[in-house]
Every structure is written in structure tokens, then in C-alpha cells.
């Protein structure tokens, strides 16, 4: 395939990660007006190892595709900054700084790209991020997710709620007219409809077309006892608390006071709320639905 006959995507779903990114994916994977790679999360120009695979491994997960139709992808690691690098043997978050940062490493190869972002709250977007760390295997519920969080900052749960810094520089690359915020807990929670209907009005697609089930939750998280006892369990357990004992345990969370703890959510009120006047005027949109930790 030569580069002169490759297609493109139209748009990009950039993040922010574990903010309803996927329910939106399935209300634009539905309509006929789109056609979209198998795969949601392609992540070419969010880490540098797959950057370095080259343009043609990233466009050919497009190549089967309708180019008449409105094409896109949804990689969460595009909202940030820089280009890290995935695989580093450390605990420490490493960028490549060779690279441009990722909103001009995008607008530099896809000059008229469409950006489409869904932010939640921060503190419970970093909660979320925490719960699927663990979930994965990738961090010890025993540290709790302060000690987590700043041991092992490759896992940016902390660094990910930093909204304000990353969509000003977005601003700078991407003109008003091509990019559209939404806010999780207004507009996918409690209007999803809406929203539906204002991403198609966005992308130029039929706006009456009804995608099924779009008040529906995509997928429920696991609760903190579920995570647990799945982390803890050998692999025969394993296969049970993904089944009925899960649902069991998603019904009476009683552990989860002992792993996302009040010192925790506090930690994250003080480094994210100080940040809520500069992101709202950065966006343009009051941000009161947010609690910030608060109860």
C-alpha cells in the first residue's frame, strides 16, 4: 500500500482514560455512517514503541475500511503530552524527547483530524485508574493508592487527571471548530442521548439515527472485593470470582473501605481542585457537577 492511497482517520477519540470513552465508541460503532478498525486503541502516537513501528503499521488498520464512510480511531494515551516510552525496565515515567509532543505529532501527519474528548473528574477518574491497575496485576493493593501512585508514576494515575495543562497545548494545534469537549457527568450520565446526537452533529453524520441501548452501562467495573480476592486467588479461584462469586462480591463491596481510603481521596481533592478554575476557562464550561473527592 503506497501512501498515496492510504486512508485516514477522520477523527480521533483521544481520552481521557477511564472516562466513558468506550460507551462512545459503541454509539459511533453503531451508526451506518462510520466504519471503524476492529481494534479501539490503536495507541500509534502514544508510546514511543509503536511510533517507531512506522506510518504504514498504523494505517493499515485502516486499509480495509469504507473511505466514503466517517473513519476514526480512540487511543486514550493521545490526550497528554509527551511520547513515553511503554516498555522501560524502571518504575519512572521516561518520555522521548526527540519526538514533538503528541498534539503536533498528531496535527502534523493528520492536519485536518477531528478531536473528540470526554473528561471526568479527576479524583475519581484516578480512583478508577487505581482499581484497574489492580485488576491487571500491575500494583499491590497492600501500598494503597497514594504510596502506588507516587512509587510507580509509569502508571500516570496521578499525572492523567492533569486536564488543563494538556488541552491548552491541544488548543494550540487543533482550531476551536475541530474539537469538541464533553463532561462524563453531564453529558454521558445523564444525557447520553444528547450527546449521542451532538458527536454525529460534530462528525457531519445522520443525527437521527438512535444507537440501541445508549443509556446502558458498556461494561461495570469490578468492586475493590472483587479486585482483591481476584488478586489474591489461585488460578482454579480466579475463574470463580470473575463468575457468579463476582457478581456476589460487586453487590457487597465490604473491602473497599480498607483499599481506597479517606487520606487517599483527600490527597487527590489537594492536587486536583487548586486546578478547577484554570480548566474551566480552559474549556469553557463550569465544572460545579464535579466533587472532587468530597462528600
Known amino acids: 500500500m503506497k501512501l498515496q492511497n492510504i486512508i485516514r ?3 480521533l477519540l483521544i481520552g481521557a482514560q477511564k472516562s466513558g470513552t468506550t460507551w462512545l465508541w459503541r454509539v459511533l460503532d453503531q451508526h451506518p455512517g462510520t466504519d471503524l478498525p476492529g481494534k479501539k486503541e490503536i495507541h500509534f502516537f502514544g508510546g514511543t514503541e509503536n511510533y517507531r513501528k512506522g506510518k504504514m503499521w498504523y494505517y493499515n488498520h485502516f486499509e480495509d475500511l469504507d473511505s466514503s464512510k466517517v473513519i476514526g480511531e480512540a487511543s486514550t494515551t493521545y490526550l497528554y503530552d509527551n511520547i513515553p516510552f511503554w516498555y522501560n525496565s524502571s518504575s519512572s515515567l521516561e518520555v522521548d524527547r526527540a519526538l514533538p509532543k503528541i498534539p503536533e505529532l498528531i496535527t502534523n501527519e493528520l492536519p485536518n483530524i477531528k478531536i473528540l474528548v470526554i473528561l471526568r473528574d479527576p479524583v475519581w477518574r484516578a480512583v478508577s485508574a487505581y482499581k484497574h491497575c489492580m485488576k491487571k496485576g500491575k500494583l499491590s493493593p497492600l501500598l494503597g493508592l497514594r504510596k502506588n501512585a507516587i512509587r510507580y508514576p509509569k502508571h500516570r494515575i496521578l499525572e492523567y487527571g492533569h486536564y488543563a495543562r494538556y488541552l491548552k497545548l491541544w488548543k494550540k494545534f487543533v482550531p476551536p471548530e475541530r474539537m469538541r469537549i464533553f463532561i462524563f457527568e453531564e453529558d454521558v450520565v445523564k444525557s447520553p442521548e444528547r450527546c449521542a446526537h451532538c458527536v454525529y452533529d460534530f462528525l457531519g453524520i445522520n443525527t437521527d439515527f438512535q444507537p440501541e441501548n445508549v443509556c446502558g452501562i458498556v461494561h461495570k467495573s469490578w468492586s475493590i472485593t472483587q479486585i482483591l480476592l481476584n488478586y489474591y486467588a489461585d488460578p482454579f479461584s480466579k475463574k470463580l470470582f470473575k ?25 487527590l481533592h489537594s ?11 480552559t474549556i469553557d464550561r463550569d465544572l460545579s457537577c464535579w466533587n472532587y473527592g468530597e462528600q
Open 9 to 11: 482517520p477522520d477523527f
Open 271 to 281: 492536587i486536583y481542585l487548586p486546578e478547577r478554575q484554570e480548566l474551566e476557562e
Open 243 to 267: 463468575g457468579c462469586m463476582g457478581k456476589v462480591s460487586n453487590r457487597f463491596d465490604f473491602l473497599h473501605s480498607l483499599v481506597i481510603k479517606r487520606d487517599d481521596i483527600k490527597f
